[in-house]
């Protein structure tokens, strides 16, 4: 069975780092691209980053470039998401999810990352 | 990138059917075939309904399927069932490489 479990989350002031955590399992890990998707309080879904099998090639949305930075360890089968100089709208569930073809075919349950002082 | 564009709110009575459209550009729904649909429970996290425009992935049931003309997808739900109440999100592969999502329609049985 295929699962996706983010960690990391939490309260940080605006400014500030925070590293989320995306454990799998069920399926070969390094098989697969992977993305960061974002999801603020009562809003909708919005994608961040996408990370190549390999790790050799990442892209991310216009609003967090320069600032989050996506990275992998496939010998962990973690997927991780370093965010930094946060701003009050990063508040968000973030879920990281499989791809498959350009699609997302698993999700995990997201983490929260709240941005305020 | 802007979001595509779906209605926030559709409704419809058990056993009738509904259609919720995403409409893009030719830099995203209109240009490829990556075009999926994703139904997320309060609560809960998205799961994948439709994906290619109109392939549903194992599980799914057939009452969920899904179209696309220029630069509109559509998803279509037939004999409503009280469980599709959800918010339903469309999302296209960009040109740039990228993906964007549509701002989400939330479906209502009646």
């Known amino acids: 069975e295929v699962q996706l479990v983010e960690s990391g989350g939490g309260l940080v002031q605006p400014g500030g780092s925070l590293r989320l955590s995306c454990a799998a399992s069920?399926?070969?890990?390094?098989?697969?691209?992977m993305h960061w998707v974002r999801q603020a309080p009562g809003k909708g879904l919005v994608w961040v980053s996408r990370?190549?099998?390999?790790?050799?090639?990442?892209i991310y949305a216009d609003s967090v470039k320069g600032r989050f930075t996506i990275s992998r360890d496939n010998a962990k089968n973690t997927l991780y998401l370093q965010m930094n100089s946060l701003r009050a709208e990063d508040t968000a569930v973030y879920y990281c999810?499989?791809?498959?073809?350009?699609?997302?075919?698993?999700w995990g349950q997201g983490t929260l990352v709240t941005v305020s002082s | 990138q802007s979001a595509l564009t779906q209605p926030a709110s559709v409704s419809g009575s058990p056993g009738q059917s509904i259609t919720i459209s995403c409409t893009g550009t030719?830099?995203?729904?209109?240009?490829?075939?990556?075009v999926s649909w994703y139904q997320q429970h309060p609560g809960k996290a998205p799961k994948l309904m439709i994906y290619?425009?109109?392939n549903r992935p194992s599980g799914i049931s057939d009452r969920f399927s899904g179209s696309k003309s220029g630069n509109t997808a559509s998803l279509t739900i037939s004999g409503l069932q009280a469980e599709d109440e959800a918010d339903y999100y469309c999302?296209?592969?960009?040109?740039?490489?990228?993906?964007?999502f549509g701002g989400g329609t939330k479906l209502t049985v009646l």
């Open positions: 069920g399926f070969t890990f390094s098989d697969y691209w």
């Open positions: 999302s296209s592969y960009t040109s740039s490489s990228t993906w964007v």
């Open positions: 999810a499989r791809d498959v073809r350009f699609r997302q075919d698993y």
């Open positions: 290619d425009v109109s």
């Open positions: 030719s830099s995203d729904v209109g240009g490829n075939n990556y």
């Open positions: 990370i190549y099998s390999d790790g050799s090639n990442t």
